[in-house]
């Protein structure tokens, strides 16, 4: 329980940093930007705050038709709080409309993706799809290995490929 803590603890303080930090988070976005190539098709996958920083990403990204599909694992994007909090020079908090298919997977015991993706929240399209039926085994239910291996996130990131 209280190494659980310590990862909490640990991952939360790293959220604050980001969504309260503007300098923290241009840096962060400048270098995740540096390797976005915006002709070639792609699967955008984030997990835990990386699924924060994509969502940010997007929502600042005027082109969105080469992203396929995007993918949220382990996602705290359903915690009210981290909705408040998300940036305000975004357009309106909704669905990075332009992508076919977003899919937030979690594990219903992690630590982190304490709630589904309210689609009320983000509104407009691509709807949400929460798929809860992820069977984390790692310790705090939230490792990234556990979320990738799930049958059915890796049959959806498979479907993606050529």
């Known amino acids: 329980r209280q190494r659980q803590m310590c990862i909490r603890d640990r991952f939360t303080r790293d959220v604050w940093c980001y969504l309260t930090n503007k300098g923290v988070r241009i840096a962060v976005h400048n270098i995740i930007n540096k390797c976005f190539i915006d002709e070639q098709e792609c699967i955008l996958i984030g997990h835990s705050l990386g699924s924060i920083v994509a ?5 600042n990204k005027e082109n969105r038709n080469n992203i396929k599909k995007f993918i949220t694992l ?3 994007l359903g915690i009210e709080s981290i909705f408040d909090r998300l940036p305000t020079e975004n357009p309106p908090r909704k669905a990075p409309s332009g992508i076919p298919i977003w899919l937030n997977a979690r594990d219903t015991q992690d ?3 304490l709630y589904e993706i309210p689609e009320v929240k983000y509104k407009g399209n691509p709807i949400v799809i929460n798929y809860n039926e992820v069977q984390n085994t790692s310790e705090n239910h939230h490792g990234i290995a556990e979320y990738l291996t799930d049958p059915f996130v890796a049959m959806e990131i498979r479907k993606c490929l050529p």
């Open 111 to 113: 630590v982190v993706a």
């Open 74 to 76: 382990g996602s705290p």
């Open 55 to 59: 969502y940010n990403i997007l929502m």
